[in-house]
């Protein structure tokens, strides 16, 4: 049974850090490719880093250059460190599992909330 299982939220002052780590349990199949995701209160659900099937980083516009995707393979653990906060970046993120082809989501784990203050 997979499990994704987030931390590392937090509340911080704009221009602030913040590193999300994300254990993965159980078996995901090579045809999903990890990621980050986020949703703030009335908004859509906006994808933010993702591994791709080639093992290359993509990244959301709005967070190119500040924020950085990473993955430690033997602690089976994703990591998002989040560089230069801005108010905008508050939401709850979600580590997440999505099928590399598609982009459907497959397995998402129960969230982390990470409010940017001005």
């Known amino acids: 049974q997979v499990r994704l299982a987030e931390s590392g939220g937090g509340s911080v002052q704009a221009g602030g850090s913040l590193r999300l780590s994300c254990a993965v349990f159980?078996?995901?199949?090579?045809?999903?490719?990890l990621g980050w995701f986020r949703q703030a209160p009335g908004k859509e659900r906006e994808g933010v880093a993702v591994i791709k099937s080639d093992g290359s980083t993509g990244y959301a516009d709005s967070v190119k250059g500040r924020f950085t995707l990473s993955q430690d393979s033997a602690k089976n653990t994703l990591y998002l460190q989040m560089n230069s906060l801005k108010p905008e970046d508050s939401a709850r993120y979600y580590c997440?599992?999505?099928?590399?082809?598609?982009?459907?989501?497959?397995?998402r784990g129960q969230g982390t909330q990470v409010t940017v203050t001005s």
């Open positions: 159980g078996y995901i199949y090579n045809s999903y490719c």
């Open positions: 997440a599992a999505q099928d590399c082809a598609s982009g459907q989501l497959g397995y």
